[in-house]
């Protein structure tokens, strides 16, 4: 699919949402965000983000936050944080810095962290395509993970293996617990090879999951349980536990 469709219709522009949960750099996904993530300490004035356009030809952003509602537009996005500046245009392989600002808001829990999303919009220029009729624009819309993050926890998130433990072990599944106040976003889970049947789910902060694994599919190598995560820099991590008989 290209970026700019010709139509016939009575309409001057047709404009089309297409979502994406994580950022890679792809024919559709030309306007970049350094990382993965955002972690926003609560004791920072602010957090810096790095946009880069990675097209030959300008984008028009918006950018904004939510607090769960994955159909949320600049007008209709909730949640206690402002970016600056929340709209603008970033050139052809030109970078752009967007600041990020806490509101302050009270209530929020200080013995875990709180989740909520980043998102950008990219419009492309309607003449991209040198086309003087009727076109039809797609508009990506990026939505990136926002973790709030409370001074006051004690724990170490660079030690967050330590902090899970395992229980209903067997070939079609395992019962994980989170045991830190930190999210944990899963990226593999695998007894003695069995993996997981869907995509391995984010742990919430002192919260238990059951993932159910492929039966059938062990590898007589494997003897452990192999975990994955996405660290806070967004690179993926791994950890195998033995499995006590």
Known sequence: MSRLLNK???FCQIWVLLFSLLICPSVYGSVVMTGSRVIYPSEA???DVQLRN???????IQAWF???DNKSTPATGKAPFVVAPPAFRIAQKEGQVLRIFFTGEKGLPQDRESI???NFLQVPPGNVAGDKGNQMVVMLKNRMKLFYRPASLKSN??????YLTFSNISSSGIRITNNSPYYVSLSKVAVRGAVA??????LAPFTTTEVALKEGKAKRSAQGIEIGLINDYGAVV????PIQH
């Open 54 to 60: 990675n097209d030959d030809f300008p984008y028009i």
């Open 238 to 241: 791994t950890h195998e536990y």
């Open 116 to 118: 909520f999303y980043f």
């Open 157 to 162: 998130p660079k030690k967050i293996f330590d």
């Open 45 to 47: 004035k602010s957090v």
């Open 197 to 202: 049947k869907k995509e391995p789910p984010m």
């Open 8 to 10: 016939d219709s009575s």
């Open 66 to 68: 939510d607090s769960g």
